[in-house]
């Protein structure tokens, strides 16, 4: 395995080499020095391991982060942080973590005295985002934070700040980036195998149920900070960007929203845009509370095409490419376990073995974007200036290793 400098070299190299590949070279499966670059897949004992506090037991904690621990390689659910006491007690009954490891909301700033956690990943409504990771990072933790970052981009800033201050890594819960059929339909546009990008549609929504509690604070403005954008509406963003290695310069933006639909006071109903990128390419997206639930993306290049749908759900995402011969084939790729390889990923930052993929920065980028979509829609589809100067640190199709199909 390359010590940590070779590896970073490696990274770099791997970030150049990107930019050298050209339309109608071979395949990016073939040409990525990414496998080199990351991803050593050791496997760590128990006491290696890096230690979590999982924020918030909802239904992401309980259905697929915590149950997410079992198979990772290089981290451990070591505290929990909830309100709820006897839901909390029963969790760590469960799942093996001492009594004197739960945390509630008000003394949570004692896990600054707690050797055994060394990452705090915050699952809580997204208005609660930008305090639990402030105050985690004061705490001496490294935080992975879901998505979206936070509600504004003033909280984003001062989350990467605190990190900054504290010297500690604030990671953004982007599962994507790690995720083999975006990984693939990023490697593939990198290869330039179907000729240059064109369009990219993403279509990221579904209705949601207001008696649901998990719903009823993402149909409030204040606690999701943009109700099916934030949720949903996030994913297509971030995967027009990562998709196509650019940032857009432009964007427009409609909406439609039936008022007299109770679900629908804060919040918009559904929004559409598009952004334009300086290579010409289009992004056109969607998200919506009220359509049937769509996670998918296309990617239409001048010599073939890609069609992931679904494309960004927990498992069974499935990419369907047409080549230049329009012959139609679906890559086999394996279904990996998004919230373990996400978390196995914090801890081979935070060891210092895997560079930082999805940063503050990258949260902050989403919702500077999602804030220009939602200034448009206010100005009923007007153009808004989006070309603010941001560049990805690394691209996830170059760093980040294809998991293992075996
Ligand atoms: P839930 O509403 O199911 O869970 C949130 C938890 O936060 C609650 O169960 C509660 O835990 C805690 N909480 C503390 N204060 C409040 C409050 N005032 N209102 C509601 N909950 C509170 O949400 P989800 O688990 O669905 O989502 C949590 C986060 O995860 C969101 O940011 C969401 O965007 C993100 N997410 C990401 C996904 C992904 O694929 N990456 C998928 C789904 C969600 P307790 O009772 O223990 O205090």
Redesign the pocket.
Known sequence: MPDLMSRRSLIELGVAGAATILPGQASAQTTHPRAAATGDGTAYPDREKIGFAVV??????LGQIIPGFHDARGVRLAALV???PE??RQVATKYGVPSDAIYR?DDYDRIANDPRIQVVYI????S??AEYTIRALKAGKHVLC???MATSIADCEKMIAAAKTADRRLMI?Y?CHYEPVSLEAMRRIRSGSLGRPRLVVTDMGRQADPTE??DA?RLDMG?SGGGALA?MGVYGVSASRYLLNEEPTEVRAWAHTDRSDPRFKSTEESIAWQFRFPSGAIANGSTSFSYAATMAFRVFCDQGKMIADPGAL?GGNRLVVEDTAQKEFAPHLPNTAQFTREMDWMGDVVRGKAPMVSPGEEGLQDMRLMKAILDSVAKDGATVSTDWGYRRAFDPAVVVEMPSTA
């Not at 918030?56 to 904690?61: D, M, S, T, V």
């Open positions: 918030g037991l909802g239904k992401l904690a909830s309100g709820h839901k909390a909301y699952v809580l409504p997204n609660m985002h879901e998505k979206p819960a599962r509690p998990s604070w606690m949720d927990y």
